[in-house]
């Protein structure tokens, strides 16, 4: 198909929006259902929810092509965020709201005998990441069009998500998440847009006509990028900008070369090569281990995304492209955009720019998010697989290297410790690329996610380059989008919240702060609505609760959640030890004032994380003895909830009395969880590290509870760590270890947790668990006490939600645009 630009679609007529009355919408889900779907009344669920997707889409499509048209007026800067994963959830609810649809498409699905809440549920989550960097993402592009910036987001469409999640005997079984099986009805496919991808080959030196030297990248194995645009609507704004996700399929001449000389299986197993790169999301969320694929997922997303804006500039004079172009690399994932743009600028036959040139440019373009300070998250590459996936790119890098170097000798004459602290290649018997230095050489602007890690990350891991270019350092701490965590995942609080404070907080989560008179005044009507509004959204919980494990919580209990990926950082044990240190309190009779409790852990262990699966383990048996101890008597319930993800957070999160957010002090970057929950009235119980410093600056000591060692002490600590000593002096501390020892929670399999307990009791422990039980179980008392108090409890709650409002990630955006993407925000005719 020719290239074209939908430039000429915005010289059309406009495109009058489709009415959405609710007999308008009926008669559209019934021709949607039985012309094009081909089903009848009666029909499973999803085809009903297809029918209706396809329904809103086309009441989407108009703004769309309107903000598009905008986009593409000359003079418009725009944005564009490179991620490796978006963690989406369902979109249906969303749409509905930001449109406004809610209440006409509730009428009209009345006609097909079904409820608009079961046709959501049918909707599959569309789970393409891991965890906290993915969600960020997503909640980064609802921000971008409720503010109105033209901001594009691009990442890879993978035919498998994040596996599903479920337990059997207590361990962690992983499932492919299909999740497209049945379609995506929200996607656009644009064929009409893709780009080709090179791997492999070799470079030569060449020589054009106008004596313009430049490298050449041939004998490559090309893969074919199509495009599909997946709309992101803004709230109430007739905003919808786009997620433009990729998909590999094989060239046709690739295939072609080989299916004539007759080897027919080869081209359609070649075909199928191309096809993998985006197969499946890699579920791991902190350690990667060189695999070729990944690699090729970060090229192919990077090649097709700056080939796709090059498209868009089309001829104009590339010495303004910087002026009209930002890119956001969500973490190292896309950082080989660097050495990309280079190789378009330098080697693209209508380019062929002087390196010089090429770098200012470059520079001007990229800007770079780190989302993390563990060691094993950051990314290298081996200088070997480089050499033969990517040659071309390789060189550039090379080029890079020799000429930052340079820099750094003059900056620094003599310094050649420096030298080989900063270079973009760590030497070696197996050299490695440092995609992180790679990133920040390459940006005007580097971010952390929270006030601390920002701070930590120019102290520690990126020192040198703060002494060289501290100007390119910044922090932008994290939010959430409100519109999903408050206002779709709560409706009861956000019509009390309109009720109160008039609708617009959902565009202004700032107007929040007006709650604090309610608690502070002691208002008994709204107080009690406060306590009726959380004690449905903790009877939903406990529904699902029952629904998934088969336990009972009751609502009148405190519910006391952590809900995250699975890893020793994040020091899921910690809460395990307090776990059976109740239960050993209510075996050992010490249940004077006793608090009943639900305990609600879950998350998702990288497949091939070992301790993280023996903690998942773990937590199920010590539920198994909990809950059905008949000494217990139900006064404590622990589950481990099967498959966390997006959608189960949207009952999660309004549910909570206690966030749990207890990483090793600066280990955590921000947590965005934390927010969620804040926002949603539940108090943290959390260490002074990530945005949970942010949370108790915002809500005051006495609204939280504080524990643990800060990240200085944590560091003054490591090297003369004695985890025996804390044993000895703290009885509580020696019982839950004897008690985990004993096989207690192990008994027909002794020695089970036999390493877990090793590793908390080793010097070596690097995440100090036992160094903070006795300030995380003095803390947990102080939640008990408070929770004793429910009035005093109901009024830290609002306190909560009333602090929240700058965890709105309109407030993140709003930073990253005033400060690093200045665009200009669209206007449109509401
Ligand atoms: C190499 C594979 C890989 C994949 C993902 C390495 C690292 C990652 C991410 C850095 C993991 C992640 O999700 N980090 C989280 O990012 C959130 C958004 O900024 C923060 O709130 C979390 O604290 C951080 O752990």
């Not at 499932?175 to 080959?201: L, S």
Request: glycine share 6%; net charge negative.
């Amino acid at each position: 198909m020719a290239e074209q630009d939908t430039t000429e679609a915005c010289v059309l007529p406009n495109m009058p929006a489709l009415p959405a009355t609710p007999q308008d919408l009926s008669q559209d889900i019934r021709r949607y259902l039985e012309y094009h779907l081909g089903r009848f009344l009666g029909c499973d669920h999803f085809y009903l929810y297809e029918s209706l997707t396809y329904t809103i889409r086309d009441r989407i499509m108009s703004d769309w092509r309107n903000t598009w048209c905008l986009y593409k007026r000359v003079g418009v800067r725009r944005a564009h965020y490179l991620s490796l994963e978006y963690l989406i959830g369902r979109s249906l609810g969303n749409h509905l709201l930001n449109l406004d649809l809610h209440e006409p498409v509730d009428k009209a699905v009345k006609d097909f005998a079904i409820s608009l809440e079961e046709i959501e549920d049918t909707e599959p989550d569309a789970g393409l990441g891991n965890g906290g960097l993915g969600r960020l993402a997503a909640c980064f592009l609802d921000s971008c069009a409720t503010l109105g910036l033209p901001v594009t987001g691009y990442g890879l469409r993978y035919e498998f998500g994040m596996f599903k999640q479920h337990i059997d005997n207590g361990y962690q079984v992983e499932d492919p998440d299909h999740w497209m099986r049945d379609g995506h009805p929200w996607e656009v496919e644009r064929p009409e847009y893709m780009q080709v991808v090179k791997f492999g080959g070799r470079t030569e030196r060449h020589i054009d006509l106008q004596h313009r030297a430049h490298g050449r990248w041939v004998d490559t194995e090309d893969v074919v990028a199509v495009p599909y645009d997946v709309p992101v609507s803004g709230y109430r704004n007739k905003i919808v900008n786009t997620l433009r996700l990729w998909s590999a399929t094989s060239t046709d001449a690739f295939n072609l070369k080989e299916f004539n000389a007759g080897d027919y299986t080869e081209s359609v197993a070649s075909k199928n090569e191309a096809e993998n790169i985006t197969m499946v999301l890699y579920p791991n969320d902190a350690s990667e281990n060189g695999k070729e694929l990944r690699l090729r997922q970060q090229y192919f997303l990077t090649s097709a995304s700056l080939q796709d804006v090059f498209r868009q500039w089309g001829d104009q004079p590339l010495g303004e492209f910087a002026k009209y172009n930002v890119f956001q690399l969500n973490d190292t994932h896309p950082s080989i955009a660097v050495a990309e743009m280079m190789r378009i600028l330098l080697d693209d036959p209508n380019k062929r720019l002087s390196w010089n040139e090429a770098w200012a440019i470059t520079r001007q373009c990229m800007a770079y998010t780190n989302h993390t300070l563990l060691p094993e998250a950051l990314e290298r590459w081996p200088v070997r697989l480089f050499k033969q996936l990517l040659p071309r790119p390789l060189e550039i890098i090379y080029e890079i290297n020799a000429r930052f170097l340079a820099d750094v000798r003059q900056h620094w004459p003599g310094d050649t410790d420096r030298v080989r602290r900063m270079s973009l290649i760590e030497e070696g018997p197996d050299p490695q690329i440092r995609m992180a230095w790679l990133a920040i050489v390459g940006s005007f602007s580097v971010n952390g996610v929270a006030a601390l890690h920002s701070k930590l990350l120019t102290q520690g891991l990126f020192r040198d380059f703060y002494e060289l270019w501290p100007e390119r350092f910044n922090n932008k701490t994290n939010g959430v989008t409100p519109r999903r965590w408050l206002a779709m995942a709560n409706p009861e609080l956000a019509e009390l919240l309109s009720e109160q404070l008039g609708d617009g907080w959902q565009a202004d989560l700032s107007r929040l702060s007006a709650l604090r008179p309610f608690a502070e005044n002691d208002d008994a009507a709204f107080i009690e609505r406060w306590q009726q509004i959380r004690r449905h959204n903790k009877q939903r919980l406990a529904d699902m609760v029952k629904k998934e494990t088969g336990v009972t919580f009751d609502p009148s209990a405190l519910f006391d959640v952590q809900v995250k990926r699975i890893h020793e950082y994040k020091r899921q044990l910690l809460n395990v030890l307090h776990v059976v240190h109740l239960y050993d309190r209510i075996r050992r009779g010490d249940d004077g004032d006793w608090v009943n409790r639900c305990v609600l852990i879950g998350g998702k262990a990288a497949p091939g994380y070992q301790r993280a699966k023996e903690i998942i383990k773990l937590v199920n048996n010590v539920a198994g003895v909990v809950n059905n101890d008949p000494a217990v008597g139900g006064r404590l319930k622990v589950v481990f909830l099967p498959n966390y993800d997006v959608t189960k957070m949207m009952t999660i999160c309004p549910a909570a009395d206690l966030s749990e957010q207890i990483s090793t002090a600066g280990k955590e970057a921000s947590g965005t969880g934390n927010m969620k929950f804040m926002m949603n009235g539940a108090i943290t119980i959390g260490t002074y590290d990530g945005a949970n410093i942010e949370i108790l600056d915002a809500v005051g000591e006495e609204n939280f509870f504080l524990f643990g060692l800060r990240a200085d002490e944590v560091a003054a600590l490591r090297g003369n760590y004695q985890p025996q000593q804390y044993i000895e002096a703290d009885a509580d501390l020696a019982h839950v270890l004897a008690l985990l020892e004993s096989d207690h929670f192990s008994g027909i399999e002794p020695g089970l947790f036999r390493p877990i307990i090793d590793g908390i009791k080793s010097p070596d422990d690097p995440w100090l668990t036992l160094a903070d039980f006795r300030s995380y179980v003095d803390a947990q008392g102080r939640a008990e006490r408070a929770w004793r108090d429910q009035a005093a409890w109901v009024r830290m709650s609002i306190c909560n939600c009333a602090a929240s409002g700058g965890f709105s990630t309109d407030r993140t955006i709003g930073e990253y645009n005033s400060e690093i993407w200045r665009l200009e925000p669209l206007i449109t005719s509401v």
